[in-house]
């Protein structure tokens, strides 16, 4: 932990910027698993000529800068999932080049992820800490003779983004029962979702931890060579799990709307032990159908937490 | 880091018209590397699936077809339906494909010895049940009563007819076409009615099915009545699937993955899920 002075902490972006290809994401509105996970890859070539199959070359070294906690937290959890059960090879091959510097004026006690973190204290003062040896040493490399310091005190800035879906996410394991439950014991809010989103995939694009793909080939036109791509897909999109013979396993918005609720909720407790979603309110800001989960999700537990009394009056 | 996607060249040795819409291809990995690391002699677990493709044109799964206990070559038979199966049709001998697998579960083979066994499928839903008749015969001691029922629209649907006409000399065997049809010595009819006429002790008998969705959703009406526990009847299911190592959420249903949990589920499994 190190205390700099803006000065200071301007000569380190300065020296990341000269090293490594910087990308500041503080403003970005996108989700930074696009930079791991991008919308489109190639993930292979193949020659006809020779019947040869490449991948195409890794980025260089990069920084991601200006990411938030949650954001942080995400990747955290994405790289959990990329690793389950056998690593992603074009997802890690980004992974282990990137430094993630986190940006904040919260307050955090245990770091949620990423390689540094620094939190503003005033005007002229921040909190520097390093997270992983990697961002250790990419700080001391760069600025050879900053001293530690004791941890100073700063007055935290409250982040009021989804606060209630924040604390459900602190009861994953509610959040799966009630979720699970709703879809027998709460049909009609699945009726009534599923009148009003549009199948448009949008939240799952900017959701943080979405990471459905699908694997797409293509021929030049000149017939000389074929690529096998990989892009982002979507489970609230029609054909997500149709089969070749055309019958579809999630022919209505109620299943497949449902299921990427199911996915973050129940499925990926079951498998991670904890929600796929940090509350970071993007899909509820970009909803053209204005649905807001963090409303849908306290209507669910709400709805639950009735029929379980319910059930024990009667029992 | 070792790329999970990347799949191996095979080359086709072999290419046999089944039926109007369906060709089974043997292939041999170019270089002779075989199919799998074996376990216990075998390439794979009858059940298992391999994702094949064509350049330019897609991967999709596949049951395989052929003897587990092979090493030379895998056969997998291709009903063309669309992108990925319509290239691989024009397909000809010596020419390749990608492969990557075996992936998946596969019967429960050990789970399934000592017990007689029923094996009922439709169309093409015959390759993964071809390769655990393959496996049984194999090791036919093993097992009690083997009765396969495989039924299809006419009898041009009914696939791999040659090795079935084999395989009758070691199981029993009943063929079913859905309508009368000149020639026919077989049965007439659906899969269910001619379950009715095998007599089963259901204490000890445990179901492998693999077919088209209708018939799986009719399964429960076709085996409970005989007395069969939902524990003990297991279907290879059918999702869309990309990526095959539980990952893309194609193939999910319920709880589970069926590229990387299954294909093959017990009944009780299915009934749990919500879709
Ligand atoms: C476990 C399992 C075992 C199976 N066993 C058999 C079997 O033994 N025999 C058999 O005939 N069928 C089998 N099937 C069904 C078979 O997988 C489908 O018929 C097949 O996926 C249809 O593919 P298609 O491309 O021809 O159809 P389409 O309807 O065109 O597409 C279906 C799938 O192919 C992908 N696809 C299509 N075009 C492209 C492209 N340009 N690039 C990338 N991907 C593309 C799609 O994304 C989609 O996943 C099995 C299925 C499963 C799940
Ligand atoms: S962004 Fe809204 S309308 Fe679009 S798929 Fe998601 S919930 Fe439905
Ligand atoms: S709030 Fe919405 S976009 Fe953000 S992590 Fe949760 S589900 Fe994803
Ligand atoms: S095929 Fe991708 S998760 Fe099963």
């Known amino acids: 932990m190190w205390c700099i002075k803006t000065s200071e902490k301007e000569k380190l972006l300065t020296a990341l910027k000269g090293a490594y290809d910087f990308r500041d994401v503080s403003s970005s509105d996108l989700p930074p698993k696009k930079l791991f996970f991008p919308e489109r890859e190639i993930t292979f070539t193949h020659l006809v000529k020779d019947g040869s199959v490449t991948t195409p070359p890794p980025p260089r070294k990069f920084v991601l800068y200006g990411l938030s906690l949650r954001d942080l937290e995400a990747i955290t959890c994405l790289d959990e999932i990329m690793s389950a059960p056998e690593k992603d090879y074009y997802y890690f091959r980004r992974r282990r080049r990137a430094l993630l510097i986190g940006v904040t004026g919260e307050a955090f006690d245990v770091p949620p992820g990423g390689d540094i973190i620094i939190s503003s204290i005033d005007a002229d003062t921040s909190k520097l800490l390093s997270v992983t040896e990697k961002g250790e040493r990419a700080i001391k490399k760069h600025l050879p003779r900053l001293k530690k310091s004791k941890s100073p005190q700063a007055v935290p800035v409250k982040n009021d983004t989804m606060p209630d879906l924040r604390n459900l996410l602190m009861d994953a394991e509610l959040l799966k029962v009630a979720v699970e439950w709703s879809w027998h014991g709460y049909k009609k809010l699945w009726e009534k979702l599923s009148r009003e989103c549009l199948g448009c995939g949008i939240c799952t694009y900017v959701c943080p931890l979405c990471h459905c793909f699908a694997a797409e080939d293509s021929v030049a036109l000149s017939g000389d060579e074929a690529v096998r791509c990989r892009r982002w897909d979507a489970c609230t999109l029609p054909v997500f799990a149709r089969l070749g013979g055309g019958e579809d396993m999630h022919p209505g918005l109620r299943e497949r709307y449902y299921n990427w609720f199911y996915h973050k909720f129940v499925r990926g407790y079951l498998e991670f032990g904890r929600s796929e979603c940090v509350a970071c309110g993007r899909c509820q800001r970009d909803c053209p159908a204005r649905i807001d989960i963090e409303a849908v999700l306290l209507d669910i537990v709400s709805a639950y937490s009735k029929s379980a009394q319910r059930r024990r009056r009667y029992r | ?275």
């Open chain 2, 1 to 275: 880091m070792k790329n999970i996607y990347e799949p191996v060249t095979a080359e086709i040795v072999k290419v046999e018209r089944q039926s109007k819409d369906v060709l089974l291809f043997r292939l041999r990995s170019k270089g002779g590397v075989p199919f799998g690391t074996p376990k216990r002699g075998m390439h794979f677990t009858p059940g298992q699936f391999m994702l094949a493709g064509v350049w330019g044109y897609g991967e999709a799964p596949f049951g395989i077809a052929s003897d587990p206990y092979e090493t030379e070559y895998i056969e997998l038979v291709v009903r063309r339906v669309g992108d990925v199966t319509g290239a691989m049709h024009l397909l000809e001998k010596g020419d390749t494909m990608t492969l990557r697998g075996p992936y998946g579960n596969g019967y429960p083979l050990e789970f399934f010895k000592g017990s007689d066994v029923i094996l009922i499928t439709g169309g093409s839903g015959i390759p993964p049940i071809a390769s655990l008749i393959r496996y049984i015969i194999h090791n036919r001691k093993d097992f009690g009563m083997v009765h396969l029922v495989y039924g299809a629209k006419t009898s041009a649907g009914l696939l791999m007819k040659r090795e079935i006409s084999k395989w009758k000399r070691k199981i029993d065997v009943t063929l079913t076409v859905d309508g009368p049809e000149c020639d026919w010595k077989g049965k007439c009819g659906f899969v269910s009615d001619c379950l009715t006429d095998i007599k089963v002790n259901p204490a000890n008998t445990v179901v492998a099915m693999c077919g088209p969705g209708p018939m799986v959703d009719s399964i429960e009406q076709l085996v409970n009545p005989m007395g069969i526990s939902d524990r003990k009847i297991f279907i290879s299911m059918e999702r869309r699937m990309q990526c095959g190592v539980g990952r893309c959420q194609h193939c999910v249903t319920g709880r589970k993955y069926v590229c990387t949990d299954g294909p093959v589920f017990n009944l009780d499994e299915i009934d749990r899920n919500w879709d």
